[in-house]
């Protein structure tokens, strides 16, 4: 985006024309944007959405897709005896530098590797029991998998490794309506979708569609 700005502006410079520069300050702001929703509106508005879950500090949180562990290690910053648990493919068309290895890294950077466990699983069949964790979250991850079909069945893997009374949040940059709807099909109470947070400091990123449900005791 970088590249196609500035052959704008040498374009402008060149033909004497004014509508570059228009496209060249477009692409600049969405550049913008963009940069700012990465490096740090997402980690602003997960902040404030994990801070609303008011974490007791022993719970078990799963992040389906956890990636580098942007949200992961979010997570794990409210626990004390609890685990954050990540699950991936470790695709890098999925993320750049994508690996259980780097997660890792951040995770001890972060101070947080004892209360973080990373496992490799596919979303729609994940590796682990029937209610065994009391949260869990996905974050622009279930829309990399292929047809409605697929996604829903992520959602219904959601459902089952959340234990009674545990708490949901999918954000995703589309079919979270799906994801709604699915999740109201299923029987989960509270299912509400609305935008991640206010645009304000999280940028770009705060406009990204959040589904949250809690399933039934």
Not at 15 to 30: M, N, Q, R, Y
Not at 106 to 126: F, I, K, S
Request: glycine content about 10%; hydrophobic content about 50%.
């Amino acid at each position: 985006m970088a590249a196609v700005a500035a052959f704008e502006i040498y374009f402008a410079i060149t033909s004497h024309k004014v509508w570059p520069w228009f496209a060249a300050l477009f692409i600049l702001t969405f550049l913008g944007l963009y940069l700012h929703a990465t490096l740090r509106g997402k980690f602003v508005v997960w902040a404030e959405v994990l801070e609303k879950l008011k974490l007791r500090g022993d719970e078990r949180i799963l992040d389906m897709g956890c990636g580098r562990g942007a949200v992961l290690l979010l997570a794990a910053q409210h626990l004390t005896t609890g685990l954050a648990v990540g699950v991936d493919l470790w695709r890098s068309v999925d993320q750049s530098g994508n690996s259980a290895e780097a997660t890792r890294r951040n995770a001890a950077l972060e101070g947080v590797a004892d209360r973080v466990e990373l496992h490799t699983g596919d979303m729609t069949a994940l590796p682990f029991a029937d209610s065994s964790f009391d949260v869990v979250l996905s974050s622009l991850a279930i829309h990399n998998i292929r047809g409605n079909a697929g996604r829903a069945k992520a959602v219904s893997e959601a459902v089952r490794v959340l234990r009674p009374g545990g708490r949901l949040l999918i954000a995703d940059v589309r079919g979270t309506r799906r994801h709604e709807l699915h999740l109201r099909e299923i029987g989960m109470n509270e299912v509400a979708r609305r935008r991640l947070g206010q645009f304000g400091w999280g940028g770009a990123a705060a406009l990204t569609p959040l589904v949250t449900a809690t399933k039934p005791v």
